[in-house]
């Protein structure tokens, strides 16, 4: 399927004119504002400006609620990442390792410290699917485990600065999606995590090859700690976007989202 590129002479989403302007001007008739508009955003775009970082950078200023700029930095951002989304497309691969690379121990992380991880009862776990899927049913772990699995070892880098190798196993993110009947055209896959965390991702990268539901971590179960027991593996994308506890997977066309994501984190971090 080929998506139809959309001009990059239009506003960005959620930027209208009116946001842009300076008070004073804001009654002038709107075609005498164009070329301001588009030499932003070419600025914008050929520096990439709010890539990774800068977003949070930015919400460190004290801006106020419902503020302009605010409002112009966040449909700036959402438009980043539409545009990267085109740029870098879905074919890209992240690089693999070998066992011996991998690290050990591996680091923990998570918005709560390691005491706080949660305490799931497989007898009473069930994986929801929701949305824009056909067949709306919960999966045991044990319904995931007999499908095809896959295994990668790849690094994992978390926006706070370090980076890590390790092995991940689980079922590609794609076969799940076609086998609950997930419209694939949809632009959003969602994450509820057993311990409030969320995240999403574009289709795209739902659908890459190295996305995967992951049950094994180092040739075992998930270890509690890093995220029994399911989360998802996407080495093409930043640490924050690889949800650990999973609960609930959903298809969806409005934007999700994430905890990091709306606290200024860019949403697409990755390739
Ligand atoms: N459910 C959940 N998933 C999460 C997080 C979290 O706090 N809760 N933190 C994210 C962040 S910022 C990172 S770097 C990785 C850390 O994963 P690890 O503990 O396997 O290293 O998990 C990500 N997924
Ligand atoms: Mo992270």
Redesign the pocket.
């Known amino acids: 399927m080929t998506k139809k590129p959309e001009a990059f002479d239009k506003f960005p989403v959620g930027l209208e004119e009116r946001d842009v302007l300076p008070s004073s001007r804001k009654n002038v008739a709107s075609r005498d504002h164009r070329p301001m508009l588009e030499n932003l955003q070419r600025r914008f775009f050929l520096r990439q400006t709010l890539s990774l970082g800068a977003v949070a950078m930015l919400s460190g200023c004290n801006l106020q609620d419902g503020d302009t700029i605010d409002r112009i930095l966040w449909a700036m951002s959402r438009w980043n990442d539409r545009a990267q989304a085109w740029l870098f497309g879905q074919n890209k691969l992240a690089p693999t390792y070998g066992p011996t690379d991998v690290t050990r121990p591996f680091p923990f ?1 998570a918005f709560y410290p390691e005491d706080s991880v949660p305490d799931i009862d497989l007898s009473e776990y069930r994986l929801e699917v929701s949305g824009l899927v056909d067949n709306k049913r919960f999966w045991s772990l044990e319904d995931l485990r007999v499908l095809p699995q896959v295994s990668q070892i790849t690094r994992h880098i ?3 600065g370090w980076s890590a190798i390790g092995e991940w196993s689980g079922v590609p993110l794609r076969s799940f999606l076609e086998r609950i009947g997930a419209d694939l055209t949809a632009r959003y896959v969602g994450f509820k995590c057993a311990d409030r965390y969320y995240t999403s991702l574009d289709m795209p990268t739902a659908l890459h090859p190295q996305t995967i539901l992951a049950l094994d971590f180092d040739k075992g179960p998930l270890p509690a700690k890093y995220g029994y027991p399911l989360k998802l593996r996407v080495p093409t994308k ?3 976007k690889n949800p650990k506890h999973i609960a609930a997977i959903f298809i969806t066309n409005e934007y999700p989202g994430g905890y ?1 994501e709306d606290q200024g984190y860019n949403w697409f971090s990755g390739l």
């Open positions: 992380n978390c926006i706070e930043l640490g924050f990091w």
